[in-house]
């Protein structure tokens, strides 16, 4: 029977905006903040090793120390995402995300100090940190939320994780500017202003309860769990919720937490690990980087001045928040794989037509504006699709006891994809200039069919369901059989609900 109801309660929407402001909120900041000192950062590092070593800094030393502090960002990711699960299951879902904020406030200071006292291994240390501090978000924020969400409100809760992490880059890209903070007096402020959202965090979240699957499931405690559930969805809605977390815990039958490498052999999961690693790699290389790199070429071709360009930009980070939200509210009416296969087929038609615009940029005058509109319909695609819906169906596709090894396999394959497509792309934008965009409507393409032949609908379904959507994938010839086994667990599992009651 559906729910009555179809908007969250104000607990429940709270709690995303506690858990999202220093959680994937920190992501978009700051890799969005980092781009306005850079030319500050470049005197910085001239001066400093000017009065260290009496001697100007070679220019191919100080690419590499620039390359170094915008790069390191990538490694931290990548270590956090391999720590997240781990912290989600020792310290639970809001303590993982609470003790993460002690780093983002470390990684702050050392960042804030780094000028004054002259030691830009400060800023490198700072940024590393940061990156840790993102990683760790971007792992747990979405297990968090997609816990917690009643199913009919889940795609829609879980949209938070890009609502923040768009609503991050567009606040980076404000504070930036140069009237802001992005002045050469207030670059360090600018980059140790991370500690506010963190501070928000420890102020705010303390007042919610932890995950009501996790304290059923991993801890064993109903007491705390039916509280949680309570707090989360009121007295009258949590008991549909709490059947549905007993269901999964019986199914579970004590299931200890898998680890990463327990998934690669686990044949229970071996078409939701595939489809991650998929979806995930796809949203990386999907061509947004180089729709970012191109954007203030396309900019200056239609005539716009050099220093407005930084404003024109503010349209993207606009355009981006505005897709998260939009797709947010269509999520769980019109369903996931609408959305984002529709999304990567709208991105291939953006490519195709970018590739022909940026071509005959010169022939005729309307050119470099069609470009420029496909510079913000390539971007409201991928707000709509791949960029809100990857992180809610991972969280989906997969049970309780092997969610957080699956986001930090997911969170591992996105930062090493991430680090790739940087150290790559511009050689690949100098081999193939306007040409490279060839490549990405080919692989958006091929996401958008893997998605349609492999990945099932799974709005309003249990985590239990959506796994036996999985059981055809996964074991072929036996799907029969196993089909009859949970079934007939399933059975037992109603049995057991109706004695409990």
């Not at 990684?107 to 830009?120: D, N």
């Not at 199913?151 to 949209?159: I, N, P, T, Y």
């Not at 977390?245 to 044949?267: H, M, N, S, V, Y």
Request: contains cysteine.
């Amino acid at each position: 029977m559906a729910p009555r109801h179809t908007l969250p309660s104000w607990t429940l929407f709270l709690a995303v905006c506690a858990v999202g402001i220093g959680g994937t909120f920190q992501y978009g900041y700051n890799v969005s903040i980092i781009n306005a000192p850079t030319q500050h950062i470049h005197k910085f590092l001239n001066e400093t090793w000017s009065s260290r070593y009496h001697k100007d800094l070679n220019p191919d030393l100080l690419t590499f120390l620039w390359s170094v502090i915008a790069s390191i960002f990538s490694l931290g990711g990548l270590c956090g995402a391999l720590i997240g699960g781990s912290m989600a299951i020792r310290l639970g879902r809001k303590g993982a995300l609470l003790m993460n904020n002690v780093i983002a406030i470390l990684a702050s200071i050392l960042m804030g100090i780094s000028f004054p006292t002259g030691l830009f291994e400060l800023l490198i240390a700072g940024r590393f940190l940061i990156g840790i501090n993102s990683g760790i978000g971007l792992c747990v924020q979405p297990l968090y939320i997609g816990e917690f969400a009643p199913k009919h409100l889940r795609g829609g809760l879980a949209m938070g994780t890009s609502i923040f992490l768009t609503g991050g880059i567009l606040t980076g890209q404000v504070i930036g500017l140069r009237e802001l903070l992005g002045g050469e007096k207030h670059w360090p402020l600018l980059l140790s202003s991370s500690c506010v959202p963190a501070l928000a965090q420890l102020l705010f979240l303390p007042w919610f309860p932890e995950s009501p699957r996790y304290l059923l499931i991993d801890r064993g405690d109903e007491l705390r769990c039916a509280k949680a559930l309570k707090q989360f969805h009121g007295s009258s809605e949590y008991r549909r919720e709490m059947e549905d977390i007993q269901r999964e815990c019986f199914a579970l039958d004590g299931e200890k937490p898998k680890k990463p490498w327990q998934l690669f052999t686990d044949p229970g999961v071996r078409w939701q690990l595939i489809t991650v690693i998929v979806m995930t790699m796809g949203q990386q290389l999907s061509g947004i980087n180089a729709i970012y790199f191109y954007a203030t070429y396309v900019f200056e071709q239609a005539g716009i001045l050099a220093e407005k360009i930084p404003y024109v930009t503010l349209g993207t980070g606009v355009c981006e928040c505005l897709t998260a939200l939009s797709c947010g509210l269509l999520i769980d009416s019109v369903g996931r794989r609408y959305l984002i296969i529709g999304g990567y087929l709208l991105m291939t038609l953006w490519c195709t037509v970018l590739t022909f615009s940026l071509t005959y940029q010169e022939l005729y005058s309307w050119v470099p504006y069609l470009s420029m509109t496909c510079v913000f319909a390539f971007i409201l695609s991928f707000g709509l699709g791949p960029g809100g819906i990857t992180n809610t169906l991972t969280a989906e596709l997969f049970v309780q006891s092997s969610r957080p090894a699956a986001y930090m396999i997911a969170g591992t394959v996105s930062w090493i994809s991430f680090f790739t497509v940087g150290m790559l792309f511009p050689f690949i934008v100098n081999g193939l200039k306007q040409y490279c965009f060839v490549v990405f409507l080919l692989e958006c393409f091929f996401v958008a069919a893997f998605i349609f032949l492999v990945i099932p609908e799974t709005k309003n379904k249990s985590f239990l369901e959506i796994k036996k959507e999985f059981h055809k994938l996964n074991f072929g010839r036996n799907a029969r059989k196993k089909e009859t086994e949970l079934y007939e667990r399933r059975q037992l599992q109603d049995e057991f609900l109706k004695i409990s009651a």
